[in-house]
Antibody
């Protein structure tokens, strides 16, 4: 059973960078069949896709965040990471990591981490 | 504003059938991109409910079904149960901003009366 676990600071100051790591267990992050994504959810609001990475390093970002986002992968540790720069109060959210995989019926998020709350405050 | 439009809330009594709509445009659902549905119980992570428009992952009851037509998709839940009380999100892809972007609906709160 694949499991994902987010980790990182729960409090970030405005204008600083937010850094989170997702640790994957029960499966290899190097599998060619999957991409690894970050998704966030502000309190009381809907889901917003941030971006994804493949083990080969290829990334794809949400255009609305692209100028501030970087996602990287460390296959030796079976982890991938999110860096979001110049944060503001609008970046306060629960951040989820998720596996993006699929088949002939499309690609979808089949495994999710439990989520981690990031607060932006001085 | 979410790219995909869902009703903010729906409700139904136990045993009834409800549907949740997901409306898009010609650059997402109307472009025949797959639609997936997720269930989120408050305080927990979303869970995949339906993929590829109308397929269910192992373990998801056949009370849940999806459909798609034109620029819209729907999730139907029959035989409502108390444990269906949750938020539901549709997800697809959009090609209007260069490349293929994952997009979600704004979510629908289902209340089982």
């Amino acid at each position: 059973q694949v499991q994902l676990q987010e980790s990182g600071p729960g409090l970030v100051k405005p204008s600083q960078s937010l850094s989170l790591t997702c640790s994957v267990s029960g499966g290899s992050i190097s599998s060619a069949s999957y991409h690894w994504s970050w998704i966030r959810q502000p309190a009381g609001k809907g889901l917003e896709w941030i971006g994804r990475i493949h083990a080969n390093g290829r990334t794809n970002y949400n255009p609305s965040l692209k100028s501030r986002v970087s996602i990287s992968v460390d296959t030796s540790k079976n982890q991938f990471s999110l860096n979001l720069g110049s944060v503001t109060a609008a970046d306060m959210a629960v951040y989820y990591c998720a596996r993006w995989g699929g088949n002939d019926q499309g690609y979808y998020f089949d495994y999710w981490g439990q989520g981690t709350l990031v607060t932006v405050s001085p | 504003q979410p790219v995909l439009t869902q009703p903010p809330s729906v409700s139904g009594a136990p045993g009834q059938r409800v549907t949740i709509s997901c409306t898009g445009t010609s650059s997402n659902i109307g472009a025949n991109y797959d639609v997936h549905w997720y269930q989120q119980i408050p305080g927990t992570a979303p869970k995949l409910l339906v993929f590829g428009d109308n397929y269910r992952p192992s373990g998801v009851p056949d009370r849940f079904s999806g459909s798609k037509s034109g620029t819209s998709a729907s999730l139907a839940i029959r035989g409502l149960r108390a444990e269906d009380d949750a938020d539901y999100y549709c997800q697809s892809y959009d090609s209007s901003r260069g490349g293929l972007v994952v997009v979600f609906g704004g979510g629908t709160r289902l209340t089982v009366l």
